[in-house]
């Protein structure tokens, strides 16, 4: 959502911001909206007052025995012409309510100009691709040769795109999800949260889910939404709520399960874990001062490559141009972990800083010190990290020849000490 003061002060900036999201210029169509607002409401004001006076007029002339019938007469009309710019506030109201929330958040000043994720911006890569003296497998052929990735089982309870993993590979799920929490909660300064998994409308709304992306979403019958990130319930912690300066910066982390219809991604990669209507994943959330969060995007996208570090695996981070960003964002890192059997770094960790945009839509604000006035929060999301995917790139990256894969050492303590996972009855 946008300040529609900001709007009408920077008009040439709003539009432009815009066209850098592919969007068609709307500063006039919302400033006049607003016009018919406020001239609405300022008629009900004054004629508001001037029923005023005229009561005043009424209980005067009653008192001296005169005729206040033409007196009463008018107030009778200045109640339906009250209740008529009343309406029409009203509906400007929400016509301007209707159009701002279907913008997408307006770009910061440096995150590259782009279609799509073409134009994304190499910032650094890490770490040492394996090489190998065999052809490597891919994640399923490898989770399937060791007995413990079933994708045909999972269709039989749900369809595509599920997946059910057994013994050691169900337990590293686990074991992912444990180590990525202790870190952000031991070292990273983040409180885990253990969220609900099913929303109402307005929570979406709040993250920017809602209106536009519904089709995305599992929706159940009695009006609850599934979660599709742990970014919803978390930053909704803070909905219309008024923090003390001190409470900030807040930092959240969760594990939870995810749930995305993947409407519009009909096609792609179809095999395997790496896009499922189902999976595991821990999110980060930070809610911050203004002048904080880009300081705070910079030391979440840490927190999230400190995971792959600690793990072994290669990666890359990109920021994303301003075609291929998420709605509500205002910049965004995408961290890459490296694939062997793709031969490609794919996304594993997605950290944006939305700056007040959610904010705005969840009311969510803090009383700085000193001063009267109420001001938004910035919010920040982050994958820290998709935790099938982490699974996914230890066994492409610790395979060996004989189809076994080597436990990363960070993971072993979470696995019992186990070092190598084997085929089922090796």
Known sequence: MFDIRWIRENPEDFDRGLARRGLEPMAARLIEIDKTRRAAQTQSQEIKTERNKLSKLIGAAKAKGEDASEAIAKVSESKKAEAEAEETAKAAFEEFEAVVSGLANIPADDVPDGEDEEANVEVRTVGDKPSFDFQPKDHVELGE???????????????????????????????????????????????????????????????????????????TEEGFWLIPTAEVPLTNLVANEILSENDLPKRLTAMTWCFRSEAGAAGQDTRGM??????????????????????????????????????????????????????????????????????????????SNCGDFQARRMRARFKPEGKKDTVFVHTLNGSGLAVGRTLIAILENYQQADGSIIVPEALRPYMGGLDVIKPEGA
């Open 145 to 219: 040769g060791l007995g413990m990735m079933d994708f045909e089982r999972a269709a039989k309870l749900s369809g595509a795109r599920f997946v059910v993993l057994s013994g050691a590979l169900a337990r590293m799920e686990r074991a992912l999800a444990a180590f990525m929490l202790d870190m952000h909660t031991t070292e990273n300064g983040y409180t885990e949260i253990n969220p609900p998994a099913l929303v109402r409308d307005h929570v979406l709304f709040g993250t920017g889910q809602l209106p536009k992306f519904g089709e995305d979403l599992f929706k």
């Open 274 to 351: 790496i896009r499922q209507h189902q999976f595991t994943k821990v999110e980060m959330v930070s809610i911050t001062h203004p002048d904080e969060s880009d300081a705070e995007l910079e030391r979440m996208t840490g927190c999230a490559e400190e995971i792959l570090k600690r793990l072994g695996l290669a990666y890359r981070t990109v920021v994303l141009c301003t075609g291929d960003m998420g709605f509500s964002a205002r910049k965004t890192y995408d961290i890459e972990v490296w694939l062997p059997a793709q031969d490609r770094y794919r996304e594993i960790s997605s950290c």
